[in-house]
């Protein structure tokens, strides 16, 4: 993976609600990619997050692209609303969706980006039939539903394996990665071909200035300041 090109989307899970518009503009001018909002909603992960109108609000403050990670049980009723507030993209879960290709046929009528997640233990082969379809998959490197878990390992030569099944067969589709994510496992994500790499605690919860942090995995993966 062409280490210059791997891009950063801070997960606001981890910051600080009462400051949520200055640490996604300190994120901006620090050069994050994209903003990831996780959506939780009880029933698909044991943790309740954020809706709509946290979308609705950073649409205000953000050029950036906001996108939107649903682990909710029924995404499809809440993409009308999610658009409507400003969401530029949607990552929806493999599992529990017994409709994944009509769901993301719905996220693409929008006109929006459509990417397709899987928890640790769904195997890569799951993403055969649906991966021409999307401009993104998402591989799930803790469980999903909480912030600040370790990474597991074993994600790893997953990570790899779809990316062979993207360069076989859609390219231009990017590979991120969600969960545990720090100057010590963005390397490992990296190495096996992630090109998104989602990060909450290690760059809003660490103490650090959002820039500082930011900095840092950058330079564990190789990649210089900006
Ligand atoms: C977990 C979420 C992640 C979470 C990652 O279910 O999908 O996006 O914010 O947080 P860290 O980076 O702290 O593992
Ligand atoms: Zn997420």
Redesign the pocket.
């Known amino acids: 993976m062409d280490k210059a090109s791997v891009k950063l989307a801070p997960?606001i899970?981890?910051a600080d609600f009462a400051r949520l518009g200055e640490q996604v503009a300190e994120a901006e001018r620090a050069g994050a990619d994209r903003i990831?909002v996780?959506v939780?909603d009880g029933h698909f992960?044991h943790n309740i997050s954020m809706g709509a109108p946290i979308v609705h609000s950073l649409r205000r403050v953000t050029n950036l692209q906001l996108e939107i990670?649903m682990?909710i049980t029924d995404p499809d009723f809440f993409l009308d609303e999610f658009v409507k507030a400003g969401s530029d993209s949607f990552l929806v879960h493999w599992e529990g969706n017994n409709n994944l290709h009509r769901t993301v046929q719905r996220i693409k009528s929008l006109g929006k980006r459509a990417g397709v997640a899987i928890n640790p233990a769904t195997p890569a082969v799951a993403l055969e039939q649906i991966l021409p379809d999307v401009d993104q998959i998402l591989v799930?490197t803790?469980?999903?539903?909480?912030?600040?878990?370790r990474f597991i390992d074993s994600t790893v030569p997953k990570i790899r394996r779809v990316r062979h099944m993207i360069a076989a067969v859609k390219p231009e589709c990017e590979l991120e990665v969600?969960?545990?994510?720090d100057e010590a496992t963005a390397p490992l994500t990296v190495a096996a071909g992630a090109n998104v790499l989602?990060?909450?605690?290690?760059i809003f919860?660490n103490g650090l200035e959002v820039c500082c942090a930011m900095q840092r995995l950058r330079q564990a993966i190789g990649d210089g300041p900006r």
Do not use: E, K, T
């Open positions: 997960s899970l981890a990831h996780d939780m992960v990670h682990m799930m803790v469980n999903p539903g909480f912030g600040h878990q969600d969960g545990g994510i989602v990060a909450g605690s290690s919860g």
